[in-house]
């Protein structure tokens, strides 16, 4: 099987919004005249109708996946190719998701996607599809994993929802048992990874959270990125990576946590100096918990910043 290209997050955008208020109609003198006044008023242009996204037009939609980098038409949510040496499939599975998610005030929507290459790999991927007036369009995809299972898929305040199982370090792949969540953001430049959970052996959820600065700030070099962990990571150590506007990493370095006691609850102070790489503009900063027995992500939680 061709092996798959994982998708790097990348940069933010802002969503630029903007309010109006209508002014209190004016009451006017009546004409002098039993003749009706003449109006000089245009006509109002009505403002067009987009329709909205459904489940038949995503299961008819076309769609570009990654794990075999294949670009296909689904019908009625399947796509099937068996040539006789060459068996590829594409399956839309369960169902979708409705929300705005690029601040244009329509629904979008996000479906999950599984890919085949004819063995045992189920490969599984999120999917955005924008509206665009009235017409599905793919804005964004990440990849999930072999054989992982949905358990359910929300649109939240912008944000692409996932509950998912996927596999523990002593997991086959047929039967993932570890819990996590993610969520997802689309950018102008595709779907990334901005929070991620799973949860320990005890039950306990693995949580990052950023607490300072608020993303989309503008900051200056050096600046200082606070937070904490619910659960101290293996020997106290998260890694920090750091993107540019490119989608480069421009930084990857372990990060120390202050905790108490192992395993316990504790904080980070992450002092970020970009000065020497000669980095400003957009930048992401991710903080992420990695397992020692199998480099998966066991936390993250990710801001978009500014450099000035």
């Given amino acids: 099987m061709k092996p798959a290209e994982f998708l790097l997050p990348v940069l933010s955008i802002l969503l630029l919004t903007s309010a109006c208020s209508l002014s209190s109609p004016t009451t006017s003198q009546p004409l002098p005249t039993a003749e009706p006044p003449v109006s000089t008023t245009e006509p109002a242009t009505p403002v067009p109708t987009v329709p909205p996204l459904t489940l038949d037009m995503l299961k008819n939609a076309t769609y570009m996946l990654p794990f075999y980098g294949r670009t296909v038409t689904l019908t009625d949510g399947v796509y099937r190719e068996d040539s006789g040496a060459e068996i590829y499939s594409a399956n839309l599975i369960g169902a979708a998701a409705f929300g705005d998610?690029?601040?244009?005030?329509?629904?979008?929507?996000?479906?999950?996607?599984?890919?085949?290459?004819?063995?045992?790999?189920?490969?599984?991927?999120?999917?955005?599809?924008?509206?665009?007036?009235?017409?599905?369009?793919?804005?964004?995809?990440?990849?999930?994993?072999?054989?992982?299972?949905?358990?359910?898929l929300a649109i939240q305040d912008g944000r692409v929802m996932l509950d998912m199982l996927v596999q523990g370090p002593n997991d086959a792949l047929c039967c993932p048992t570890q819990p996590v969540t993610q969520a997802y953001q689309l950018f102008t430049n595709g779907l990334f990874l901005m929070h991620a959970t799973s949860r320990a052996s005890n039950g306990a959820e693995r949580v990052i959270t950023i607490t300072s600065p608020a993303s989309n700030a503008e900051v200056t070099n050096p600046v200082t990125v606070t937070g904490n962990v619910s659960i101290s990571p293996f020997e106290n150590t998260l890694v920090y990576r750091v993107y540019n506007v490119a989608n480069e990493e421009v930084a990857v370095v372990p990060l120390m946590v202050d905790a108490t006691e192992m395993g316990g609850p504790g904080t980070f102070t992450l002092n970020l100096d970009l000065t020497s790489a000669g980095v400003t503009g957009p930048i992401r900063v991710e903080i992420l918990d990695i397992s020692m027995a199998d480099g998966s992500t066991l936390a993250l939680d990710a801001i978009c910043l500014v450099l000035k």
């Fill in 101 to 152: 998610l690029n601040g244009d005030g329509l629904e979008d929507a996000a479906v999950i996607l599984v890919e085949s290459g004819g063995g045992t790999g189920q490969f599984e991927s999120v999917v955005v599809m924008v509206n665009q007036s009235g017409v599905p369009a793919q804005a964004g995809v990440a990849q999930l994993g072999d054989r992982v299972q949905v358990n359910s």
